[in-house]
């Protein structure tokens, strides 16, 4: 079974610093999705990837995927205090069985 | 466009009873899909149906089944529940042809006690 594995499970960050998100997964998918979800609260799609080397950026949060490296990131730029929340990525299998990682609880303190 | 809807919001329930959570798919979207997520954790894929039919299915027991209905709405039904059922249910509803365009719902508190 494709297995998607994320790291860090908890990022403690400043206001203003930089990080990046790791997003591992186990076989071959040129497909990648990375969401949001606030406490309490459902999924908010963030990016779309679609093939190796797509790259998108959204604000001070961007997203790239290497598929060959099985690999997706997702880079904070200068955080601030609203990008707090628990962001997923998540790979499909058959163009409709979604796998999604455990979740990295990312905390950005003023 | 009032996008995914759920009902109910939280539900209480007790060991062995049986529920139904209800789905409405975003205007525009034939193709509905059903996840867990336990606290903690990220979701995890349950079914997901097209033209009415089961089209794809995870790692889950056959007390977890479901039905989509004419107008692409959708039923999860689980039987017999146990405490490791709680958990937040969450229906994705999307375009057929453009599967990757996934929107949530806002899901529903299941709390088996």
């Known amino acids: 079974e494709l297995k998607v594995e994320q790291n860090p499970l908890f990022l403690s960050m400043q206001e203003g610093k930089n990080y990046t998100i790791y997003c591992n997964y186990s076989t071959t998918s040129d497909r990648l999705y990375w969401y949001r979800q606030d406490p309490g609260k459902s999924l908010e799609s963030l990016f779309v990837l679609l093939s190796n080397g797509a790259v998108k950026q959204e604000g001070r949060l961007m997203a790239s995927l290497d598929t060959k490296a099985r690999l997706s990131t997702l880079h904070i730029t200068a955080a601030v205090h609203d990008l707090s929340a628990t962001y997923f990525c998540?790979?499909?299998?058959?163009?409709?069985?979604?796998?999604f990682g455990s979740g990295t609880k990312l905390n950005v303190k003023p | 466009d009032a996008g995914v809807t759920q009902s109910p919001t939280h539900l209480i329930k007790t060991r062995g009873q049986q529920v139904t959570l209800r789905c409405s798919p975003k205007s525009g979207h034939d193709t509905v899909s059903w996840y867990q997520q336990a606290l903690g954790q990220g979701p995890q894929f349950i079914f997901q149906y097209y033209e009415e039919e089961e089209r794809q299915r995870g790692n889950f027991p056959d007390r977890f089944s479901g039905h989509q209905f004419p107008n692409y709405s959708s039923e999860l039904n689980v039987n017999a529940l146990l405490l490791g059922d709680s958990a937040l249910y969450l229906c994705?509803?999307?375009?057929?042809?453009?599967?990757?365009?996934?929107?949530f719902g806002p899901g529903t508190r299941l709390t088996v006690t």
């Open positions: 998540a790979v499909d299998q058959n163009f409709n069985k979604f796998y």
């Open positions: 994705a509803s999307s375009p057929a042809a453009r599967y990757y365009e996934q929107y």
